[in-house]
């Protein structure tokens, strides 16, 4: 499972990172946190963005969506709860974006929201995977104890039967004919039973 997701999320960070190579959005990462841990400089900029950046901000957004589809449909394949929380993640992250395009926020706050949201999902990840495991476990518990049962059920059948078929000999040789020879030599009889 971690394998899975491992390789899911190996795939996205290429992909992220082929947006993130691209020239024309250095300014707007020196502005912009697009990591998990933005600078104290990132942190304290209280400017609201210009109509140039709204741009820059719009245009990067939009280069990385085939990448939100990307791991989207990777992890609905997989497990789509943890889609889900992703799902829930590029929705606040949206929000957050939408209130910097307005220019409702500044630069400063946008990085703490957006540092909080990364921290929010790897909470939600983390709970959501191993809720997912404990699900796993206990339906493999589950099945070993189905196993167990059936194999229990399966060695009493087997004593039954050996226990009938022993009973059965035993009434056999009991209801069995008894053919008796019996031999003459001499003034005496000698008789055998079978």
Excluded at 10 to 33: A, F, N
Excluded at 64 to 87: K, N, T, W
Excluded at 160 to 172: F, G, P, S, V, Y
Aim: glycine content about 2%; aromatic content about 6%.
């Amino acid at each position: 499972m971690a394998e899975k997701i491992k390789a899911i999320l190996q795939k996205d960070d290429v992909c992220i990172s082929q947006v993130s190579e691209k020239p024309q959005y250095r300014s707007l990462y020196q502005r912009l946190s697009r990591d998990k841990t933005p600078t104290l400089a990132q942190l304290t900029d209280n400017v609201l963005p210009t109509k140039e950046e709204v741009e820059l901000i719009i245009a990067e957004h939009n280069d990385r969506a085939h990448c939100r589809e990307m791991l989207i449909e990777g992890l609905m394949d997989f497990s789509p709860s943890i889609a889900f929380v992703f799902v829930q993640h590029y929705y606040a992250l949206d929000l957050i974006l939408s209130d910097l395009i307005e220019r409702k926020i500044t630069w400063g706050e946008a990085n703490k929201r957006l540092s909080a949201s990364f921290l929010d999902l790897q909470t939600q990840s983390i709970s959501t995977v191993k809720q997912l495991d404990r699900e796993l476990s206990a339906a493999h518990n589950n099945e070993l104890a189905q196993r167990q049962a059936a194999y229990n059920s399966f060695r009493q059948w087997r004593q039954n039967q050996e226990a009938l078929r022993q009973n059965q000999q035993m009434i056999d040789s009991l209801n069995r004919p008894v053919i008796t020879d019996c031999t003459k030599f001499g003034s005496g009889v000698r008789c055998t039973s079978r």
